[in-house]
């Protein structure tokens, strides 16, 4: 439960720009879950690294790849440009539960990397951060005994087990993988 407690907020948008004149915002969607806002009705407003406060979602509306929302209590572009870079956010309880197989990537991050091997086990590192490369996403993995990053491929067949609970990632690497990040013999 420690995770739920470091991470009490999850931001689904961040406020781009004031819409129209009535108070309206375009914010930018960060979920991969946009029918979230569909019933959206109470968010938190703030920036990344402070406590947000409570707003009341009046109305909210898709246009051009982004949405438009109404709070209670904006009702002017001056209002509505003080919002301006602020993140949206909802409870963690309230993000929207994956299938099997599926885990944010935030969760990822601070998982120990370890292999299994019948008879042995390996610690590799520390899960860093997750690279999105378009394709496959990549661990980045901050070895166990220092030294370079290691570039791990978040594929299923590479990462056989995920235990985000556990906070622990078993891999299987192809031959060599390991190998790629250290420094070459002379």
């Known amino acids: 439960m420690a995770e739920r407690e470091k991470i009490p907020f999850l931001a689904i948008a961040r406020i781009v720009r004031p819409q129209g004149r009535r108070g309206e915002v375009v914010a930018e969607i960060l979920s991969d879950f946009s029918s ?15 406590e947000p406060q409570p707003a ?8 051009k790849g982004r949405m438009v929302l109404k709070f209670a209590g904006v009702d002017s572009i001056d209002s509505a440009s003080r919002l301006r870079g ?8 309230q993000r929207t539960p994956l ?7 935030w969760e990822l991050e601070g998982c120990r ?3 299994e091997r019948p008879g042995e086990g390996c610690e590799i590192g520390t899960v860093a ?10 661990l980045r993995v901050a070895p166990r005994e220092g030294g370079d990053e290691i570039l791990i491929p978040l594929a299923q067949a590479i990462c056989t087990r995920i235990d ?3 906070k622990t990632i078993v891999i299987e690497p192809p031959e060599d993988l390991l190998d790629l990040n250290s420094p070459e013999e002379t």
């Open 164 to 166: 985000t609970d556990a």
């Open 99 to 105: 299938p099997p197989h599926q885990y944010y990537l």
């Open 36 to 50: 979230r806002f569909q019933d959206l009705r109470q968010v938190f407003l703030g920036e990344e690294g402070r």
């Open 86 to 93: 602020l993140c949206v956010y909802i409870p963690w309880e």
């Open 56 to 63: 009341k979602v009046e109305n909210v509306w898709p246009h």
């Open 113 to 115: 990397v370890v292999t």
């Open 129 to 138: 951060g997750v690279e999105s490369t378009g394709g496959v996403d990549l």
